[in-house]
């Protein structure tokens, strides 16, 4: 009796383990197992950064506060730091890019999908996917050379005559700017919002279009009403993608920008983005005090990235979900 019932568990023990290394030899709890610990891997990454970029910035946090925040002055030899100036240059610029990125890439990609003959959808296609590999600092070298001084003889002084009425359009006119930083931006983030909308585009099931042409839709009223709206989510996301891209930019926004710390509501004025400061003053950075200030507005950019990512992807919820309710 006492054999019976000992040899009960181990038979369970051995039939689980070969069980086990069955699954094995098929490869499922391995690549359960691999794919589990990279998926873990990223909030382990994330955590480490923000504990790090929250470890190393506690000097200004306990001196300034939330005030940090909201106040305007940087000033390294007063020991004043204000991040402020930062935040508005960094949002207002990617903002600018996006005002005239979007309808340009979102057209570019209907275009691209729906109308082009396929020859030029193809060639336009490698052309784009070039631009998007073009290194930042050479987008602000063609803008220091190109852009400024063609803003500065031609479209500011046009857009003042014309619109100098508007606080976005006044003040005096130096070139490198907000609005220079701007179109730098959109001509960077353009080719990934063209690249990832026209291939959600072109995703689009073909039985969407034939049942709209069938109906008697032209082809552009079955683009615009039938493909654009059922890829509305993937083209989203090739925005918010591109607002992410257009958050981080260094070098050439740098270039261009001007490096002010001041608010200002004209286009016309230098500014001064997170991402520049940081790499403007990091090395020249003397005392914990401005160090730990530098490295507090990465935590705060780190923080205005991911609160935009996290809006993005309620947005899309609540699209997708409209869109199902609509269906």
Known sequence: MINAATATPHARLSRRARQFVQQLRHGDE?????????????IVVTGLLVYQLYLNSALPRHKFGLE???????????GDFGALPFIYGTVVSSAVALLIAVPLGVGAAIFLSELAPLRISNVLTFVIELLAAVPSVIYGVLGIFILVPMLRKFAMPFLKSTLGFLPLFKGPIFGVSMLAAGLVLAVMIVPFIISVSREVLMSVPVDQREAALGLGATKWESTWQVVVPFARVGIMASIFLALARALGETMAVTMVIGNDPKISASLFAPAYSIAAVIANEFTEATGDLYLQSLIELGLVLFLITILINGLARLVIIATTQKGAAQG
């Open 68 to 78: 940090f925040f909201a106040g305007k002055t940087w000033d390294p030899v007063g």
């Open 30 to 42: 391995v690549a359960h197992l691999i794919t589990l610990l990279a998926g873990l891997s990223i």
